[in-house]
């Protein structure tokens, strides 16, 4: 798989978000109510990016998009922050990149929409055997490492 090129920063926190494909499908029933099911299993979910670049950093990203992506249509693994923590997941964009546009002296800006292949959730068994664990892990965090800093 294709890596995001080392030096390159993480897309910023404006205007970043998920947003899920719906799984969902509604079928009208003659009766005038409507009945939900489940078209697929496997979410996309579409990624709003923003990257603030140096001069260098951009140069290495648009040459990244157009020579190893080949115009942006290859698969990439991408280091994105979700709520399960910051991750490589495997992303696609979703069309060009806009930009840059220049934002400081010499710092360039860039919007894009990536496409996450597969929705980050949580393993079913921590929903059905460790909720609190999930809901409590950043204490768990702190314990392990002070008391076990070397774990």
């Known amino acids: 798989m294709i890596d995001y090129p080392e030096g390159l920063p993480y897309p910023l926190r404006e ?13 009208k ?5 409507s009945e939900a099911r489940r078209k697929f299993k496997n979410v996309p979910v ?14 290495i990203f648009e040459a990244f998009f157009e020579y190893t992506l ?4 290859k698969k990439f693994e991408c280091p994105l922050l979700t709520p399960l923590g910051l ?11 806009k930009g840059g546009y220049l934002t400081k ?11 996450l292949l597969k929705r980050p959730l949580i393993d079913k ?3 059905d055997y460790g909720p609190e664990y999930v809901l409590h892990s ?14």
């Open 15 to 27: 205007n970043y978000g998920l947003e899920p494909v719906s799984p969902m499908t509604r079928s």
């Open 29 to 33: 029933l003659g009766n005038g109510r």
């Open 46 to 59: 579409l990624v709003n990016v923003i990257w603030e670049l140096d001069a260098g950093q951009a140069q």
């Open 70 to 73: 080949v115009s942006g249509v």
């Open 87 to 97: 991750d490589k997941y495997t992303a696609e964009f979703d069309d060009i990149y």
């Open 105 to 115: 002296l010499n710092h360039w800006r860039y919007t894009a929409q990536l496409w």
């Open 125 to 127: 068994e921590w929903l």
């Open 138 to 151: 950043d204490i768990i965090d702190i314990a392990l490492n002070r008391d076990w800093p070397e774990a």
